[in-house]
């Protein structure tokens, strides 16, 4: 799995800590800030423009050690794009000498997006909390997350910038239907995804763990009698043209095994509807940050499926001060 990547760049200060105060004080000191550079190694699932405009948000955490003892030095610290390559926070915060920073961070704010899920924070594990949510074509979003430890004592080069590598919560599905009857015209009057659940995730110093809810529920395509082009995939779900790949989240086996897509479509006056189990595609699961396209081939009444996982599309992003 690529990932995006973005720098923050830490500079030293040096200032005493009090166990006693929720965060170390710095008198004096370079604060942190973001560096010159940074790289996105991965499209965005939604929009691949990146995530390099303005009013982008990362929310960050940083749970601060030192002697035994931890803090919140950075407490949902919300890291705002300009539009012009800055992003910017206050109050600064400044670098310390000792200890270790740990570093939890989300793209809180994407492209306009804002039905994100709810995220709580836990001090305690260091770890994120995303609510459960039920995820539709019109209820979609790109959970990216990140972890960064960083041990001042003995790192050799403790004071080079933070590298965050952005990872994706969710999988991105594309779903085609494709017509192989040339004479032939076809009509594709329905399409339903079913057996999809609900989840819940909770991601602790990086790593995820996603819940499924015991209920699912079905995604219907609003198509009416929609001629469909020889050999050409059409596109269900379709976003004006876009990739329409449907972010969702990861399935395992065990609830994979319930996924189906039934097609309903007419030709030559033969109206055909045919329910096809999604793990007959070869594939067993959905896993987080992989991108999957499902084809569906219609002859006459027969239907056979192929499916492919796909590479992420690159695209590199200059972050500059």
Known sequence: MKKIVIYISLWAGIFAVSCKKS???????????FGTAAVSRAGNLVDSENINQADNRLTVYDLYTTSGQSVLYMNATSVTCDGNGNWTYSPLKYWTETGTHAFTAYLSRQNGVTNYPTVTYDQTSNALSISQCKITPNNQFDFLYAYHLRNMETEANAHDPVEFELNHLLCAVQFNVVNLMPASTVKLDGFQLSGL??????ITKGVSKVT??????????????????????HKLFSDDGGESYVLLWPHKQEVFEGLTGKISYTYENTEVSKQINLIDGGTNNWRAGQKYVYNFYIQDNRISLEVKVVPWKVDDVIIEE
Request: charged share 30%.
């Open 212 to 233: 499924l809810s015991s209920d699912t529920y079905n995604l219907d395509e609003d198509v009416t009698s929609q001629t469909l082009e020889y050999n050409k995939p």
């Open 197 to 202: 659940r609900e989840g819940e995730a909770v």
């Open 23 to 33: 965060t170390p004080e710095a008198p004096e000191g370079i604060p942190m800030s």
